[in-house]
């Protein structure tokens, strides 16, 4: 039997907001989150007993993230003023924006790959269910992700310190 939506909301709405924010930035992120569960509460009726929630969240938000990143695309920004600051809620060390910068040059596949790892705690299977690739190449886009972090972030720890 599944769960009322609301407690999927309140158990994975943070791991959503947290992906959201890591594919792409803090001020898209909320809208992308509110889209995530929009399009989720509408589908859940229908999702299999069976199936691993976190991973479809996942997969609704890498969705919603792309369809962003699209309509940015297409779409001038201009601004005449800056925005309110945002919050650092569901940032995970969002004092080290060096850290944050580092993560966002990553290319997109090693960026998502450490997201999906190290924000959501998801298995290389589900990374790998997600982006349409195998185990071997989810691992190895993780590995290699974390490597150019290790060489382009100087806060990162030295080859072979535990992390």
């Not at 199936?51 to 297409?74: F, G, Q, S």
């Not at 040059?105 to 960026?111: C, F």
Request: charged share 25%; aromatic share 6%.
């Amino acid at each position: 039997m599944k769960q009322a939506f609301e407690k999927v909301v309140a158990r994975h709405g943070t791991t959503v907001l947290r992906v959201c924010r890591a594919l792409l930035g803090v001020h898209d992120a909320d809208d992308a989150w509110s889209e995530t569960f929009l399009s989720a509460m509408r589908a859940y009726p229908d999702l299999p007993d069976t199936a691993n929630v976190e991973a479809w969240l996942v997969t609704i938000a890498r969705r919603k993230a792309i369809d962003v990143h699209r309509a940015a695309k297409r779409t001038p920004l201009t601004i005449e003023a800056l925005p309110e600051a945002p919050t650092n809620l569901g940032i995970p060390g969002a004092d080290d924006t060096n850290l944050w910068d580092a993560v966002a040059k990553l290319p997109d596949k090693q960026r998502q790959a450490i997201t999906f790892r190290y924000l959501a705690g998801m298995s290389h299977a589900e990374i790998a269910a997600i982006l349409g690739g195998t185990v071997d190449a989810a691992r190895r886009a993780a590995a290699d992700g974390l490597n150019n972090l290790r060489k382009n972030y100087p806060g990162a720890h030295p080859k072979g310190a535990s992390s």
